[in-house]
């Protein structure tokens, strides 16, 4: 693996997951692999667990981490080539990733979705540039379209507590006040087809995921009916796809809430957080031990930390 920016980069996903797991039961047990290396963090956005949980995995690997939140603390990067830099942007993209690479042996970065230009997102201009020039390994903490190692340690959870019948997972989409990017339901959806369950997709009208994403993937309108008899319920908003950046509906139909899950199989409730409460689902949800969202974020420390190993374990 050269670079971490999809889950399709893992060699083998369900090696990968074996890894984490193992991780999980001994975390220390690579603890010299990050001798004399550095992994850089860079920020163009706000982080609780990425940051956290990703730090914590360099440590358990003794490998030292320089954080920086590139939005607030560096210069504004220029992305364009042959621009002539007379704006407020002071440094070029191509001497940052080269300056990064000289004291990073690999570099985690987070970048979201502007949500304003569909194209531009899609071509992930903050990674790729990245990629491009930078001389290091690139790690993705969330960018435009892919939160990869959040949908590693949604795999982990649902691994850890599947039924011992093949599970039903839901992914119903959930009402929000903002537009939120695609980004954890693309890698969901991803990880999902990796997966043995039945997987089911549900959402309004208008807010279907890229349908390149979602190909082969039974996708609904009716979540009431998606829920009946799932063992997993993984909640999520999105901003709509077609009418890019655009939020579609306010109401409160679509959050989750204990009458709701009362469809279910006694299923697990899932959520990558942050959440709001009482918008995306309810109070009495998210507080029934039946909800996994503390579980999902302490995976957050073993999904990271076997993609770091591995990318050590290459040189
Ligand atoms: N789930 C997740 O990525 O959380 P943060 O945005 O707090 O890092």
């Not at 957080?273 to 009495?284: C, K």
Request: net charge negative; with cysteine.
């Amino acid at each position: 693996m050269k670079h971490f920016i999809t889950l399709a980069d893992l060699p083998n996903f369900e090696q990968t997951l074996d890894l984490a797991m193992d991780l999980k039961k001994n975390p220390k047990q690579s603890n010299g692999l990050g001798k004399g290396k550095t992994l850089g963090m860079l920020f163009f956005n706000p982080s609780l667990r990425t940051r956290l949980s990703t730090q914590k995995a360099a440590q358990n690997l003794g490998l030292p981490t320089m954080v920086m939140n590139f939005s607030q603390e560096s210069w504004a990067l220029e992305f364009e080539d042959g621009t002539k830099m007379s704006g407020l942007r002071s440094e070029h993209v191509k001497e940052a990733a080269n300056v990064v690479s000289q004291y990073c042996d690999m570099v985690a970065i987070r970048a979201f979705a502007s949500l304003s230009d569909k194209e531009k997102d899609e071509a992930e201009i903050v990674l790729r540039s990245f990629t491009k020039y930078a001389s290091i390994p690139i790690i993705n903490m969330e960018s435009a379209t892919a939160h990869p190692l959040q949908a590693l340690a949604d795999a982990i959870t649902i691994e850890e507590f599947k039924p011992n019948h093949k599970p039903k997972v839901v992914l119903s989409w959930a009402p929000h006040p903002k537009a939120l990017p695609h980004a954890v339901g693309n890698s969901f959806t991803q990880m999902m087809k990796n997966m043995a369950a039945d997987f089911v997709i549900a959402h309004p009208e208008g807010y279907s995921l890229n349908p390149k994403i979602t190909e082969g993937i039974e996708c609904t309108t009716d979540q009431e009916k998606a829920l009946e008899d799932a063992d997993f319920v993984y909640t999520k908003n999105w901003c709509s796809y077609d009418y890019y950046g655009q939020i579609l509906r306010t109401d409160d139909q679509w959050m989750i809430t204990p009458e709701k899950m009362q469809l279910t199989n006694s299923g697990k409730f899932m959520h990558c957080l942050p959440i709001r409460r009482n918008i995306v689902a309810a109070d009495g949800v998210l507080d029934s031990p039946n909800s996994l969202v503390i579980q999902q974020s302490q995976n957050r420390i073993y999904s990271a930390q076997a993609v770091l190993k591995q990318l050590l374990e290459n040189g």
